[in-house]
């Protein structure tokens, strides 16, 4: 996958993707999507593995991907039972 180029090889770096989430592997899926240059799969990838901290930090500055996340990060504590966090 590091070999790979963002313009020839995209649709393989997708495959790469969907391939991390099934693996649950983060790092690897995280590099993937950065090398793509896709802030919004990004977001959608850290939703997915419940990588919070990471997609609070994404959407620090960035209010479209920040309602990408806030339903389901406010499921996710809701689910835990942590509803003042919700």
Known sequence: MRRLNKKQDSEILRSCVEYFKTKR???AGK???LKLGERN???KFHVELEK???ALLLSEND???RSV???PYAEY???NNNFEEA
Do not use: F, R, S
């Open 52 to 54: 919070w901290d990471e």
């Open 31 to 33: 590099e993937a999507l």
């Open 69 to 71: 996340m806030l339903i």
């Open 63 to 65: 209010p479209d991907l």
């Open 77 to 79: 504590h809701a689910k």
């Open 25 to 27: 592997n983060h790092q």
């Open 41 to 43: 799969e990004l977001m």
